[in-house]
Structures are given as structure tokens and as C-alpha cells.
């Protein structure tokens, strides 16, 4: 074994960690080998080490064989071994070791493992509390293999990741044979050569029915593969499905927004309320979402933060299956003015009672087609926030006999000044209004002022004037005046 200087960095670094007994020891980039392994293992205790990266360290099997009979590991949880020099004696000592039972996280990212080395892992006898599996950019799929190792699949494991490697059909289905993606709730099987025949071996599979979620990004999957999929009776219980960079035309590509649409509506509905926030929706996803019929059970959908324009909300606004929604949130979306005018035009929205366009990119010009629409006439609560509406587009909201049933506003973040504050308060149509927000404006004491006299004050549950012009002597009024005083919620 080649000879460590215990004057080194490393030896400093590793020594001043476990002193303080830290149950996080990070020994990344010290390129220790297996020499540094083997001293670690001999001469120190780490019984008290629940995470330890051990990666960029130019570890080979060698100082697996040390790491995995390092009883002073029993309470390791989590291992970060990516980017050494690890293949499969290395895996598969890992996969037999005595000393690492409450290991629930292991990453073997970027070695030389193959397909016997990532089954040696995945069904081991001894890692039965692994969750988790780090796989990516391996050599899982290179060359063939006659050697699959016995038993089951690890009960615990949920989180499989072989993305980047040179997995083909062939691995595919010896992985579907030998029930290595049984129980799996996260595979991804991105950046690889599976083509059509791959993904109808997955889509046959009964060991995926418990999957959620599926990634085969940039793999060589055509329409026949597509169709497999989205027709598959072993894959419904899928919550996300990315399939981006693949081979497959217009037909495989419909098939799969199909399907996905089925998975999104089905699999993310919790009492007629539909959370899409955030799943980076285009708007060939929202078209598809609106020809699904089941969308019609829907009362309240969310749609925050995704990809799509005015094109895909005239899609979704146009659909009939959408009539009976309630609630609709739009925000961080770049509809613009066309999407409102869409959204005002339809006649599916004559129910919609709550509607947010909190930075949707819209101007006066959207809340001129919001009050003039012959469909909106029952909003009682619209959120306008951070957008950019001058005072013409306050008189609108004012004066329009389609904001009369409104219980709440939100308009903060425009910013609005006294001249806007007024043109509200002095509305004749806001007779309903319980709540207010005006956070984050230029209003100041005139303002507050105005406020203060106007006959939609008595009428005023909850108040927001945070982040506004108010000096301390105008905010001592407002906590000390009888004005304000039967607000429930007053906020400044």
C-alpha cells in the first residue's frame, strides 16, 4: 500500500472534520485513492459519519473492497461516490457489504459500472434500506453480459437514475425480465439508445405499475414506441412523463400529449381542484389538455408558472370540457392582453368566480376586454398584481358593472398612486368589496387620506397597504384612527 503523508491537506482536513464529530464528512476533491480509503478505514473512527462524499478521490474497486468492510460505517445514510474509477467488483462490493444496512442514498455517478455492477446494486441482499440509486454516466449497457445476479429488487428503492449511459432494448428488456424496475416510483432512462422496440418492452412491463414518474429524454423512440406507451395499461399510475429529443412525428407526439393529459388530470385532481403549477406546460400540452373530456369535473384549475401564451389559453378557453370551472390561476404566464381578450370572449367562462392574472403581461387594454366581456359577470375575486395598469385601467375596473359582485382585489406591485387609490374607493360598482391589496404601490398619506373618507372603507374586511409612501406619522393614523378600527385584517 502505498504510503500517506500525514502531513498532508487531506490528512489536516479529515482530522479537523471528524474532531468535531460533524455527522457530515465531505472528503470531495482530496484525490486520497486507495490508499487514503484504506487509512481512513484502519486508523479512524466514523461512527458517528451519516453522509459521506467521497467524490473526485480516483477511487477504485480496491478501496471499495476496504470501504465496504469498514464497520465503523454502520450509521451511514448517505454515500457520494461519483466521479472515481469504480466498475463492478467495486458495485458489487457495496451490494455485499455487512456494514452499510441503514444506507439510503448511494451515488456511483460518472465510474465504469456495467449492467452486472447496477443489478449487483439494485438487487442487493444487504442494502435493503436504499432509496435512492445514482447510476448516471456509467458504462451500464456497453458491452453484453450472460451474468444477472439472483434474488429481489431492494423493497425500499424508489429513485433509479441510469441517465447518460449506453442502455439499448436488449438492456431494457433484461431489466424487465429480471424485475430490476420492480417497485420503482422515479426511473430515468434519459440520454440513452432506446428505440421503439425499448419503450414497447416498458410499456408491457407489470413491474412499472407503480411508477410516477418516467423520463426518456433524447433516446431514439419513434411513433410505433410512442403509441406503445400511451396506450400502456401498466403505466397508469405515471404523474410525469418527459419524452423531449426522441424520433417520434406528429401522431406519436399527439398520442403522448394525450396521455399525458390523462396523467395530469387523473393522477393531480383532489376534489374537482386541478394543481398543474410549474410542470413547464407548453401550449401543445394545454391543447391537449383541453380535448380531454374529463376535464369537465373540474372546478378549479391552476396553471401557475408554466410555459404557455395566449395561443395555448385560447386553446383551454375555447374547449367545451371546461365550462364548470370556478377558479382559474394564470399567473406567470405571458398570455398578454390576446390571452385576456381570449379568456373574455368565451363563452366557457361564464362561471368563473376567482381569476388570477398576477403577472400574466397585460395593460389597461386586457382590464378593457375584462370589463366589457358578455361572459365574465360573476368574478368575485380577481388578482391584477404586477402588471402594467395605468389609471385608465383603474376608472375601468371602477365604473364596469362586471367587477359589481367582486369581494376581493389585488392590485399591488403596479405601481398605483393616490390618483388610481381614488378612482376605487370612489367606485360606484365595488359595492361588495370585502378585501383590498394594495401592497407595493406609490400610495402615500393623500392617499391614505382619500381612503380614509371614502364610502368603501365601512364595507372593508381585510386592508394590505404594506410597501406604500406612508411616513411613520401616517402609520401611527392608520393603527390609532377609528376608521380603521372594525377592519378584521389591517396591514401597513
Known amino acids: 500500500m502505498p504510503t500517506i503523508n500525514l502531513e498532508s491537506n487531506f490528512i489536516r482536513n479529515l482530522n479537523n472534520q471528524l474532531v468535531r464529530k460533524d455527522p457530515v464528512l465531505n472528503l470531495s476533491y482530496e484525490r486520497m485513492g486507495d490508499a487514503g480509503i484504506a487509512f481512513i478505514c484502519q486508523s479512524k473512527d466514523l461512527s458517528h459519519v451519516k453522509q459521506l462524499d467521497l467524490s473526485w478521490n480516483e477511487i477504485t474497486d480496491i478501496g471499495m473492497k476496504r470501504l465496504a468492510a469498514c464497520s465503523s460505517l454502520s450509521n451511514l445514510t448517505l454515500l457520494i461516490l461519483s466521479s472515481n474509477d469504480i466498475a463492478d467488483d467495486g458495485a458489487e462490493s457495496l451490494a455485499t457489504s455487512e456494514n452499510l444496512s441503514e444506507l439510503k442514498s448511494l451515488e456511483l455517478a460518472y465510474n465504469r459500472i456495467t449492467h452486472f455492477g447496477a443489478l449487483s446494486l439494485v438487487k442487493s441482499q444487504k442494502l435493503r434500506n436504499l432509496k435512492s440509486l445514482d447510476l448516471e454516466m456509467n458504462n451500464i449497457g ?47 432512462l434519459g440520454w440513452n439508445e432506446i428505440s421503439d422496440e425499448g419503450a414497447k418492452v416498458l410499456a408491457n412491463s407489470p413491474t412499472l405499475n407503480k411508477l410516477h414518474t418516467l423520463i426518456l429524454d433524447s433516446n431514439c423512440i419513434g411513433d410505433p414506441g410512442s403509441l406503445s406507451l400511451s396506450q400502456s395499461k401498466n403505466l397508469m399510475n405515471l404523474v410525469n412523463l418527459n419524452m423531449v429529443n426522441n424520433k417520434f412525428k406528429p401522431s406519436g407526439e399527439s398520442a403522448l400529449l394525450n396521455l399525458r393529459s390523462r396523467i395530469l388530470v387523473e393522477k393531480q385532481t383532489v376534489d374537482k381542484n386541478l394543481n398543474l403549477n410549474a410542470l413547464r406546460l407548453s401550449n401543445k400540452d394545454v391543447k391537449a389538455l383541453s380535448l380531454y373530456e374529463k376535464m369537465e369535473g373540474i372546478l378549479s384549475l391552476s396553471l401557475r408558472d408554466n410555459l404557455f401564451d395566449h395561443q395555448g389559453l385560447g386553446d383551454l378557453v375555447d374547449s367545451p370540457f371546461i365550462k364548470n370551472i370556478k377558479s382559474l390561476n394564470l399567473m406567470d404566464n405571458s398570455i398578454g392582453d390576446k390571452g385576456v381578450f381570449l379568456l373574455s370572449e368565451s363563452n366557457s367562462m361564464a362561471n368563473l368566480e376567482k381569476l388570477n392574472l398576477e403577472k400574466t403581461g397585460i395593460t389597461s387594454t386586457g382590464i378593457l376586454a375584462l370589463s366589457q366581456s358578455a361572459h365574465l359577470k360573476k368574478l368575485q375575486e380577481l388578482n391584477l398584481s404586477g402588471n402594467g395598469i395605468d389609471r385608465k385601467g383603474f376608472l375601468l ?8 359582485n367582486l369581494k376581493v382585489l389585488r392590485i399591488s406591485g403596479i405601481p398605483m398612486g393616490n390618483e388610481e387609490i381614488q378612482s376605487l374607493v370612489n367606485s360606484s360598482s365595488l359595492k361588495q368589496l370585502e378585501e383590498l391589496e394594495v401592497a407595493g404601490n406609490s400610495i402615500s398619506g393623500k392617499g391614505l387620506s382619500i381612503l380614509a373618507n371614502s364610502p368603501i372603507l365601512p364595507q372593508l374586511k381585510k386592508l394590505d397597504l404594506r410597501r406604500n409612501r406612508l411616513l411613520d406619522t401616517e402609520q401611527i393614523f392608520l393603527a390609532d384612527s377609528p376608521k380603521f378600527s372594525k377592519l378584521e385584517q389591517l396591514r401597513f
Open 142 to 188: 456497453k458491452k453484453e453480459t450472460n451474468k444477472f445476479p439472483d434474488g429481489t429488487v431492494i423493497p425500499e428503492l424508489s429513485i433509479l437514475n441510469l441517465r447518460k449511459n449506453k442502455i439499448g432494448d436488449d438492456v431494457i428488456l433484461d431489466w424487465a425480465q429480471s424485475g430490476g424496475f420492480e417497485g420503482l416510483d422515479h426511473l430515468n
Open 397 to 404: 375596473l371602477a365604473q364596469s358593472e362586471n367587477f359589481k
